[in-house]
């Protein structure tokens, strides 16, 4: 069945999948819904955004995605509350940032209408696949990419913009150890470090590698001039306790500037948290874990809200961190998460009903 | 028609389209034969290659390509001499760097025989499309990507290689205007830069198109952390020749190990030019450019062989290089295509013929 308006196309899907899917045990980002959102931009402008049966994409050989890299995302979760509501946490964000990325890759803005009314429709149309068991979320992709074929190292001329749903489980959110890397670093001064661009993760995937077959899960990265600053954690912003002060370095053109991030130090000053946005030394770290300052570290991202660290190695050696009863970790996701599924009141305006 | 030996699946096409091509008037990469080799990864280990027609790829809208920019790729050529015979320039080189800047991106290393083999018989049946107007060759796109799907950020675990082959008439090598660019970088210190990764290239487009925008063609690459140093132009590695010196830059985890840089550094010196390989700061640039030193500059890449540049702009004010009768740029560019087409010996044992 396929309906039409002047700004959308809808084809449902004739087969849903959802009677297969075992929504108690969710992996993260590996069970799609039935439909996706894709609008593609020929021409020189956007055409019509259509949502379609989640299927393969087909793509000349030459397409520019495949050869040089134009490739950006965002990554959104959508919730659902007792009531059966269904709300975005700070969309406009995500929105505003996915043409930041755009912006920096060479690759055309993204209309409002096609991100905010394209994703609010898919939502709608799957909001039976977004999953209620605890912890769970719908997690969204917006994602861009240069679909314009040839060879010569120049920007595309046309691109696909494609919003797919994930109902995801927890993402794995343990306690990890993470390695301080001094070797390999994630971005440039004057690079794409701020952009959520496909080349920054594919770039971090075998130092991460190789600190995992050091015992670690993950790597902190460091400035790559003087390795002497910690800049993020994984693919994650990163927060330093420091006796109680919480600390994270400033967005910068190689420090994403994530949208978990930010709302974690809002909602620690309402909570009354000291907080300072600081560029944090290593040097910092280790004194601070040596003399008993250091309280914790902890991740902080879209996916696992909070993901906090117990320990971290450096040059060889291993800090511990201590087992806090009342972390600012588990504190600040509580109240973060709170908010996401309507357990709480919004002071800060952040959810976004879908309807 | 499809035969299959052991190693290799050939698919013939049916609708050669080969009649439609205007070979006297070839485009740079846009314009591809009728055979592609494919060959994909999974479950640990490579498929049987495959060569097939020419013709779109389907790919999960999860592919990991499309979100985590796993993709990498190699620029080779093949030339027909004047009895038909053809020839590829050092492919074992590019070989090499493919499993270099595979190993960087934490992707599955080609095996050789899927690369060489398949590159000759793919070579082998779309050879009348090897063009033989003056300054045309077949660019041949060796590349590979994630094909595996899902949103989780970490390396996919099934991939995609693949060759295409483009009849190509001269890449733009005219003289052209350049910006030595303070402000955005291309790598970092610990970076991918000295891979042949699509975020690298994906990284320049803006930057470029802002020079663009200023009168200039190209930018000159300096060092994230200084910019005192020039590191590359546009996507080729870059000479400068002060008085009867040719300079170029080490390569570095930032610099790309290109094999026209290291042909033109061999040839150099079988010339009896004095070489020098060490870095390049930006002052010596502008003093040798107003003390009249400052002879030639040239970027040099697979593509354009040589590429020279008449002028180049620092802080808004332009310089311009003389104009020479007995350029390095135009011997060397000559030696090498000369070598290339079999149009002269090889003491360097660098042609390969396809048989």
Redesign the interface.
């Known amino acids: 069945m396929e309906t039409a308006s002047k700004d959308l196309i809808i084809e449902k899907t004739a087969n849903s999948k959802i009677a297969q899917v075992d929504f108690d045990n969710l992996p993260?980002?590996?069970v799609?819904s039935d439909h996706?959102l894709v609008c593609e931009y020929k021409n020189g402008a956007w055409q019509t955004p259509k949502i379609q049966p989640?299927?393969?994409?087909?793509?000349?050989?030459?397409a520019k995605?495949?050869?040089?890299?134009?490739?950006i995302?965002e990554g959104m979760k959508a919730y659902k509350d007792e009531n059966g509501k269904v709300f975005l946490f700070r969309p406009e964000e995500n929105y505003k940032r996915f043409n930041i990325s755009s912006?920096?890759?060479?690759m055309p803005a993204v209309p409002e209408e096609v991100f905010m009314n394209g994703l609010n429709e898919l939502l709608k149309l799957d909001s039976d696949w977004i999953p209620t068991t605890p912890g769970s979320s719908m997690?969204i992709?917006p994602?861009g990419?240069?679909s314009g074929s040839?060879?010569?190292?120049?920007?595309a001329d046309e691109y696909t913009f494609?919003i797919?749903l994930?109902p995801s489980g927890s993402y794995f959110a343990g306690k990890v150890k993470v390695k301080i890397e001094e070797?390999?670093?994630?971005?440039?001064?004057?690079?794409?470090g701020f952009a959520k661009?496909?080349?920054?993760?594919?770039?971090?995937?075998?130092?991460t590698?190789l600190a995992v077959d050091e015992g670690y899960q993950q790597v902190i990265w460091t400035d790559?001039?003087s390795h002497e600053y910690i800049e993020e954690a994984?693919?994650m912003n990163v927060f330093v306790r420091i006796n109680d002060t919480l600390l994270t370095c400033p967005t910068s053109d190689r420090i994403l500037d994530g949208i978990t991030r930010k709302s974690i130090l809002d909602i620690a000053k309402a909570e009354g948290i000291a907080t300072e946005v600081r560029k944090i030394s290593v040097k910092e770290i280790i004194e601070a874990a040596e003399n008993g300052s250091l309280k914790e570290m902890f991740g902080a991202g879209t996916?696992a809200v909070v993901s906090p660290i117990n320990a971290f190695g450096f040059r060889g050696t291993d800090y511990d961190l201590p087992e806090l009863n009342d972390s600012y970790a588990n504190r600040l996701k509580k109240r973060m998460t709170d908010i996401q599924y309507n357990k709480s009141e919004d002071p800060f305006g952040w959810r976004v009903e879908v309807k």
Request: charged share 10%; aromatic share 20%; net charge positive.
């Open positions: 993260f980002g590996k799609y996706m989640f299927g393969p994409l087909s793509l000349d050989p030459t995605v495949f050869h040089y890299g134009q490739s995302f912006e920096r890759l060479a997690y992709r994602f990419f240069a040839g060879l010569h190292a120049s920007p494609a797919v994930a070797r390999y670093s994630r971005s440039a001064n004057g690079g794409v661009a496909g080349g920054n993760y594919a770039g971090q995937f075998y130092p590698q790559d001039t994984g693919a996916a």
